[in-house]
T-cell receptor
Framework: SQQGEEDPQALSIQEGENATMNCSYKTSINNLQWYRQNSGRGLVHLILIRSNEREKHSGRLRVTLDTSKKSSSLLITASRAADTASYFCATDPYDYKLSFGAGTTVTVRA | NAGVTQTPKFRVLKTGQSMTLLCAQDMNHEYMYWYRQDPGMGLRLIHYSVGEGTTAKGEVPDGYNVSRLKKQNFLLGLESAAPSQTSVYFC?????????????FGPGTRLTVT
């Protein structure tokens, strides 16, 4: 079963705007990871945030984790056309097996 | 480094035929995984391996078998293909770092069963 659930399912923004997507999950986790998938390609790892961390940054990406609410958010700042992709959160419930959500499809309009 | 590679990239099978998908990684990772991805859904874990010679069932193992005879290779077999197995298959690998680690994905195999 898919533990992580992303919201919204789809997002359309103008180039230069910020994009925010959320992930909710059900059980305790060791870490939460975000991945990007361009159309027809494999998944690419973006950020891993551990259960004892609250916020992490990587370039234009900012991830937050609230374990009390069992939720995470991914913020992409100053979006570019190349950010058009599907974004997935994946939870690791202490057993190295990731559980993926259905993803958020982001379209960045020029 | 090639990372994670998958063979073949595309395949069309008739119902009842068998095939093997090959995954290879050159990062010396202990853990390897097979997922399937269906339209509008995330990835679902089929089988996984925590080391050479070991395999375990994931979320959707029925109709598939796997083998990990060498650390760098993870094979996924379909003994008697069914239309419900039409999907995109991804292989991934990761290290056994304490606290978890990112997974590295292959480019995928698009399988159609008619």
């Amino acid at each position: 079963s898919q533990q992580g659930e992303e919201d919204p399912q789809a997002l359309s923004i103008q180039e230069g705007e910020n994009a925010t997507m959320n992930c909710s999950y059900k059980t305790s986790i060791n870490n939460l990871q975000w991945y990007r998938q361009n159309s027809g390609r494999g998944l690419v790892h973006l950020i891993l945030i551990r259960s004892n961390e609250r916020e992490k940054h990587s370039g234009r990406l900012r991830v937050t984790l609230d374990t009390s609410k069992k939720s995470s958010s991914l913020l992409i700042t100053a979006s570019r056309a190349a950010d058009t992709a599907s974004y997935f959160c994946a939870t690791d419930p202490y057993d190295y097996k990731l559980s993926f959500g259905a993803g958020t499809t982001v379209t960045v309009r020029a | 480094n090639a990372g994670v590679t998958q063979t073949p990239k595309f395949r069309v099978l008739k119902t009842g035929q068998s095939m093997t998908l090959l995954c290879a990684q050159d990062m010396n990772h202990e853990y390897m995984y097979w997922y399937r991805q269906d339209p509008g859904m995330g990835l679902r874990l089929i089988h996984y391996s925590v080391g050479e010679g070991t395999t375990a069932k994931g979320e959707v193992p029925d109709g598939y078998n796997v083998s990990r005879l060498k650390k760098q290779n993870f094979l996924l077999g379909l003994e008697s293909a069914a239309p419900s197995q039409t999907s995109v298959y991804f292989c991934a690998s990761s290290s056994e770092r304490e606290g978890g680690d990112e997974q590295y994905f292959g480019p995928g195999t698009r399988l159609t069963v008619t």
